[in-house]
């Protein structure tokens, strides 16, 4: 079964670069929408954005002019970048599988929590 | 953008029924899919396309959705059911995934 493992940093400096990898398992990354999800602390959900195996992305608007997602087929991993970070980027981030004939997000990995903090 | 607006709470007893509301403009119109989140984990989904469940998820768990409410029901309500639940919708105007403001789930 697929699984998803997210890795990166724990703790960023403010006004620098987050970058966090998802390892998928168990599967191929192809023929798959591969997204981001945010959560901070006593939070809710946070649509980041995603990459389809073909390399194009969609991101959420209020996030977009920070934030570049890809992918490695050759490593089956998908990658987070997200520029110019403040403590409101603080949460636990979630990488996960969207289902695009439903639109909704089925598998997830464990997520990972990122302090911003100088 | 698009908005989902669900209570912040609901209690219910044991054995009793928990229903979960997700308000939203037209929201009939658009597919919905819940997801449970215990403390300490990532969410899970739950119900998808409105009344839908993932295979391993009880009958227990259902959703409908009309007009400007989508609901998720939980029957038989157990302890372990106890969680954060969220709605989310695909907004195809924008393009965007959207997140309902999330509701907690206390069993008495």
């Known amino acids: 079964q697929v699984q998803l493992q997210e890795s990166g940093p724990g703790l960023v400096k403010p006004s620098e670069t987050l970058s966090l990898t998802c390892t998928v398992s168990?599967?191929?990354?192809?023929?798959?929408?591969w997204t981001w999800i945010r959560q901070p602390p006593g939070g809710g959900l946070e649509w980041i954005g995603h990459?389809?195996?073909?390399?194009?992305?969609n991101y959420n608007p209020s996030l977009k002019s920070r934030v570049t997602i890809s992918l490695d087929s050759s490593k089956n991993q998908v990658s987070l970048r997200l520029s110019s970070v403040s403590a409101a980027d603080t949460a636990v981030y979630y990488c996960?599988?969207?289902?695009?004939?439903?639109?909704?997000?089925?598998?997830w990995g464990q997520g990972t929590m990122v302090t911003v903090s100088s | 953008s698009y908005v989902l607006t669900q209570p912040p709470s609901v209690s219910v007893a044991p054995g009793q029924t928990a229903t979960i509301t997700c308000a939203g403009n037209?929201?009939?119109?658009?597919?919905v899919h819940w997801y449970q989140q215990k403390p300490g984990q990532a969410p899970v989904l739950v119900v998808y396309?409105?009344?839908d469940r993932p295979s391993g998820i009880p009958e227990r768990f259902s959703g409908s959705n009309a007009g400007s409410t989508a609901t998720l029901t939980i029957s038989r309500v157990e302890a372990g059911d106890e969680a954060d639940y969220y709605c989310?919708?695909?907004?195809?105007?924008?393009?965007?995934?959207?997140f309902g403001t999330g509701a907690k789930v206390t069993v008495l």
């Open positions: 996960a599988r969207l289902e695009l004939g439903i639109r909704a997000f089925e598998i």
């Open positions: 168990g599967g191929s990354i192809s023929s798959h929408y």
């Open positions: 990459v389809y195996y073909s390399g194009s992305t």
């Open positions: 037209n929201i009939g119109r658009k597919s």
């Open positions: 396309d409105d009344t």
């Open positions: 989310q919708v695909w907004d195809s105007r924008s393009d965007l995934y959207v």
